[in-house]
């Protein structure tokens, strides 16, 4: 049978999904759950529904398990809906975002208590399960060499200097491999994907900062780093390289296109700011690349955009309600659009 392949359907099926999305009163209703079974209640009258029900669900991790397993379904159908052509490059896109879950992944096992970082473990599929396993070699993680090393090294500084902003190396090395990509296919309609991974790079790097700024890493101890001058030297925020009080580092950022995702929310907590603001940010470039005309590549990344976001909402409010979180604190870390 031939499968339908172009992005007016992908679109559809994002605004189908989106149209079912999660919404705030959604998520206060799973947060007012107490047991599995009425987290399944609430759930099975989602996009989620069918797949709970198929997984026989009967605890919290088995709900996690059939949401995740939901949305990965979900972007294989994205990706499957666009041309051939281009399903290469939203594959490595895929892996970008997956990067994130990555980074979460190495911050709960370096710190064990990280709740809110094992909560934005969502595993796409993008790299073999070895990579979610420290105890696996190098040597069996032969896929990705220059991965291996970069993850072997970013962990080494994290344990060296007691800052997790090392780990962001991993998604600024997939923002690299993209663009490289990019620039080679000389096409028109990456254009708009293109400025995605450069918002990614940028939101990637300004959070290094801010990382740093509030472990009290020296300014050239973090430009060495990442050569963050590189990700930031067009635009405004490379007086933030200059900057070590994390206080003033965000009040800075205030003033920028990214303001709006650094907002307090009536709380103090900057490691509860630093933990949303990408997917904050995530969030809005999504919602401003879906509400644009003509459907290119970057329409079925902004769709998988959402499903990330959507996904790491539910698993945080899930740990509120298995005792792992604070529910007002889960409900602060959710970006909800």
Same mark, same amino acid.
């Given at each position: 049978?031939?499968?339908?392949?172009?992005?007016?359907?992908?679109?559809?099926?994002? *605004? #189908?999904?989106?149209?079912?999305?999660?919404?705030?009163?959604?998520?206060?209703?799973?947060?007012?759950?107490?047991?599995?079974?009425?987290? +399944?209640?609430?759930?099975?009258?989602?996009?989620?529904?069918?797949?709970?029900?198929? +997984?026989?669900? @009967?605890?919290?991790?088995?709900?996690?398990? #059939? =949401?995740?397993? &939901?949305?990965?379904?979900?972007?294989? /159908?994205?990706?499957?809906?666009?041309?051939?052509?281009?399903?290469?490059?939203?594959?490595?896109?895929?892996?970008?975002?997956?990067?994130?879950?990555? =980074?979460?992944?190495?911050?709960?096992?370096?710190?064990?208590?990280?709740?809110?970082?094992?909560?934005?473990?969502?595993?796409?599929?993008?790299?073999?399960?070895?990579?979610?396993?420290?105890?696996?070699?190098?040597?069996? @993680?032969?896929?990705?060499?220059?991965?291996?090393?970069?993850?072997?090294?970013?962990?080494?500084?994290? *344990? @060296?200097?007691?800052?997790?902003?090392?780990?962001?190396?991993?998604?600024?090395?997939?923002?690299?491999?993209? &663009? *490289? &990509?990019?620039?080679?296919?000389?096409?028109?309609?990456?254009?708009?994907?293109?400025?995605?991974? /450069?918002?990614?790079?940028? =939101?990637? $790097?300004?959070?290094?900062?801010?990382?740093?700024?509030? &472990?009290?890493?020296?300014?050239?101890?973090?430009?060495?780093?990442?050569?963050?001058?590189?990700?930031?030297?067009?635009?405004?925020?490379?007086?933030?390289? $200059?900057?070590?009080?994390?206080?003033?580092?965000?009040?800075?950022?205030? @003033?920028?296109?990214?303001?709006?995702?650094?907002?307090?929310?009536?709380? /103090?907590?900057?490691?509860?700011? =630093?933990?949303?603001?990408?997917?904050?940010? %995530?969030? *809005?470039?999504?919602?401003? %690349?879906?509400?644009?005309?003509?459907?290119?590549?970057?329409?079925?990344?902004?769709?998988?955009?959402?499903?990330?976001?959507?996904?790491?909402? %539910?698993?945080?409010?899930? $740990?509120?309600?298995?005792?792992?979180?604070?529910?007002?604190? #889960?409900?602060?870390?959710?970006?909800?659009?």
């Amino acid at each position: 049978m031939r499968l339908t392949r172009n992005y007016e359907y992908a679109y559809g099926l994002i *605004k #189908a999904r989106m149209g079912n999305r999660l919404k705030q009163y959604d998520y206060e209703a799973i947060l007012g759950c107490e047991e599995p079974r009425d987290l +399944f209640h609430v759930l099975n009258k989602t996009v989620y529904g069918e797949t709970l029900t198929r +997984f026989k669900v @009967k605890t919290f991790e088995d709900i996690i398990d #059939a =949401v995740t397993t &939901s949305a990965v379904n979900h972007t294989e /159908n994205l990706i499957n809906s666009i041309p051939k052509s281009d399903m290469e490059m939203l594959v490595d896109y895929q892996k970008l975002l997956e990067s994130r879950s990555l =980074v979460n992944f190495l911050k709960s096992k370096i710190r064990t208590d990280y709740t809110v970082a094992m909560m934005g473990i969502i595993q796409f599929g993008s790299f073999p399960p070895g990579y979610y396993d420290l105890e696996v070699s190098s040597k069996e @993680k032969s896929n990705f060499p220059e991965l291996t090393k970069i993850v072997e090294n970013s962990i080494s500084l994290v *344990k @060296k200097n007691n800052c997790m902003a090392p780990l962001l190396k991993i998604i600024l090395y997939f923002c690299e491999i993209i &663009s *490289k &990509s990019i620039l080679k296919s000389n096409s028109s309609k990456w254009r708009s994907l293109s400025k995605l991974v /450069n918002h990614m790079s940028e =939101v990637t $790097a300004i959070e290094a900062i801010i990382l740093s700024s509030q &472990s009290g890493i020296a300014p050239e101890i973090t430009e060495k780093w990442f050569s963050l001058k590189s990700e930031t030297k067009e635009n405004r925020f490379h007086t933030l390289l $200059a900057e070590n009080n994390v206080e003033r580092v965000i009040s800075k950022l205030k @003033k920028t296109r990214y303001g709006f995702c650094l907002e307090k929310k009536s709380h /103090n907590d900057v490691n509860g700011i =630093v933990e949303r603001f990408p997917y904050c940010i %995530i969030a *809005k470039e999504a919602h401003s %690349i879906l509400a644009g005309y003509p459907f290119l590549p970057s329409t079925a990344a902004a769709g998988m955009m959402l499903i990330l976001v959507e996904v790491r909402n %539910i698993k945080l409010a899930i $740990a509120a309600v298995a005792g792992r979180l604070n529910k007002l604190e #889960a409900l602060r870390l959710m970006t909800i659009s």
